[in-house]
């Protein structure tokens, strides 16, 4: 039988999407009973600055909260940590923890985010080789990083150049340590951003010092237990006292899919299906954050992406949702990445697998101050600006007036 209606409304999840997700339906209903349930020994947090400044000890530790210790407690919130969802049961409105107890839900959020990716070679048991996704990752990577930076020596292997192998690589560069980036094109980033901009990011790690190598990783070499080196196919031998593995993530969507919920296809981005309020197949079930499968009335396709605010506006969007809301979820993917001096930030979404999509820069790439536009027919598909700065409202005009905009104008995007 369905819970009741008296139910509470239950959050699964303990990243930046459950944060904003319980945030907004507190903002509009105060008294609803809510249940946070995160397997993680924290409140939920932000993980951007996990590879950046709180990696390098440059940021208070409160940096990756976006609610406040004693907001849970003033706001009534029921938040439940070091516990884990192992069964969801729809029919029921009821979630089973992993000591056997159950609860009942009225409305049910998954914001379960994602798992990353380990290499599945010899050696990636040894100790010393990581991968990094939560806070307690990031506490240990630190703790690893910094007495090596202050003593002036440690080898670091980084392995995967997309954004979180290259944030890695450059926060381990910055605190002084050699470092190596193994990635499988020929410039970081390629697969996302093409080579032309892959090339800007693959000069900026060069010059600080960084060594790149491309090519498949088939071991990790070890000594009494501890990593030592990093051997590639073509027999490259990689010194290393630490390595991190950064070759993407899984989503989280094994509950859901035990529980009959209807998943993305893979060739679509995966995930789980939902509409544009996000809910699921599922009664009274809503997805938000990097397991949401979205679909985006402006590209006319689903969407499942995997940053920052991503989560954040699919976590208010689902909080507002499981109150009644019934707007369609309309936000433009955005992103964004700081490496040394280069900022960036991101806006739009361009198929990575279509090969139909054309290049136009404004500003100088040599000079580290641009803006790129991904066009397909003469329409922007997205825009990415790199050391320029309050221009993403002007791209995202661009992207959502359909036109077909002349090269000239964009090239004088940037004055």
Known sequence: MPASSTAPVVVVGGGLAAARAVEAVREQD??????????????????????????????EPDVIYPLKAGWWDDHAIDLRTLTTVVDLAPADHE????????????????????????????GRSLIGVHTLRTVDDADLLAGLLLPASLEGEGKVVVVGDGWIGTEVAASARMLGLDVCLVGQTEHPLQATLGPELGSLYGRVHDERGVLRHRGDVVAFTGESGRVKGVELADGTHLEADLVVMGVGVTPNVGIASAAG??????????????????????????????????????????????????????????????????????????????????G??????????????????????????????????????????????????????????RRQVPRAELEAFTG
């Open 30 to 59: 105060a008294d609803v009973d809510l249940v946070v349930v995160t397997s993680e020994g924290h409140r939920p947090y932000e993980r951007p600055p996990l590879s950046k400044d709180y990696l390098r000890g440059q940021a």
């Open 95 to 122: 979630v089973t923890f992993a000591d056997g107890s159950t609860l009942g839900y009225s409305r049910l959020l998954l914001a379960t985010g994602s798992t990353p990716r380990a290499l599945q070679v010899p």
């Open 261 to 342: 919920i209807e998943l993305r296809s893979r060739d679509l981005g995966g995930g789980i299906v939902v509409d544009g309020t996000l809910r699921t197949s599922a009664p009274d079930v809503f997805a938000a954050g990097d397991i949401a499968s979205v679909p985006s009335p402006h590209y006319g396709r689903p969407l499942r992406v995997e940053h920052w605010a991503v989560a954040q506006d699919t976590g208010a969007h689902a909080g507002r949702a499981m109150l009644g809301d019934d707007a369609a979820y309309d936000v433009l993917p955005y992103f964004f990445s700081d490496q040394y001096d280069v």
């Open 344 to 401: 960036m930030e991101y806006k739009g979404f361009v198929d990575p697998r279509a090969g139909d999509t054309e290049v136009v820069i404004s500003g100088s790439v040599d000079d580290r101050e641009l803006v790129a536009f991904w066009l397909r027919d003469g329409e922007v598909q997205a825009g990415m600006a790199v050391n320029v700065w309050d221009r993403m409202d002007d791209v995202e005009e661009l992207i959502r007036s």
